[in-house]
């Protein structure tokens, strides 16, 4: 990952990660998928403006097979969206930044 402002979440520190941030946005997504590929320089952008007010989390669903699962990933990218640890919205396929930053304010 490029930046230092996103965390790469697994399936042993998911959990504590999960617990601690009051905000988090969470990209499920994979090495070989383009759409994934694209927006990443927009999870960095993203990441690196609103840092203090977010944190996001990626997790390759192909080394976290069990994260996956338990979240019904079908597709990807997945974003979930979660306020002290609840999920308040998931967000599938291709999404714009405006958009992105649009569902962390509604956090």
Same mark, same amino acid.
């Given at each position: 990952?490029?930046?230092?402002?996103?965390?790469e979440?697994?399936?042993s520190?998911?959990?504590?990660?999960?617990?601690?941030?009051?905000? /988090? /946005?969470?990209?499920?997504w994979?090495?070989?998928?383009?759409?994934?590929?694209?927006?990443?320089?927009?999870?960095?952008?993203?990441?690196?403006?609103?840092?203090?007010?977010v944190?996001?989390?990626?997790?390759?669903? $192909? $080394?976290?097979?069990?994260?996956?699962?338990?979240?019904?990933?079908?597709?990807?990218?997945?974003?979930?969206?979660?306020?002290?640890?609840?999920?308040?919205?998931t967000?599938?396929?291709?999404?714009?930044?405006?958009?992105?930053?649009?569902?962390?304010?509604?956090?």
């Amino acid at each position: 990952m490029s930046n230092n402002n996103i965390i790469e979440l697994t399936e042993s520190n998911f959990q504590t990660i999960l617990e601690s941030s009051p905000k /988090l /946005l969470v990209d499920f997504w994979a090495s070989w998928c383009g759409p994934c590929k694209m927006i990443a320089p927009l999870l960095d952008q993203i990441a690196s403006e609103m840092g203090d007010q977010v944190v996001i989390g990626k997790v390759n669903i $192909d $080394d976290n097979g069990q994260l996956a699962e338990k979240y019904s990933i079908a597709s990807i990218p997945t974003f979930i969206f979660f306020k002290n640890g609840e999920i308040v919205n998931t967000v599938k396929g291709m999404i714009s930044k405006t958009k992105l930053i649009e569902e962390i304010n509604k956090l």
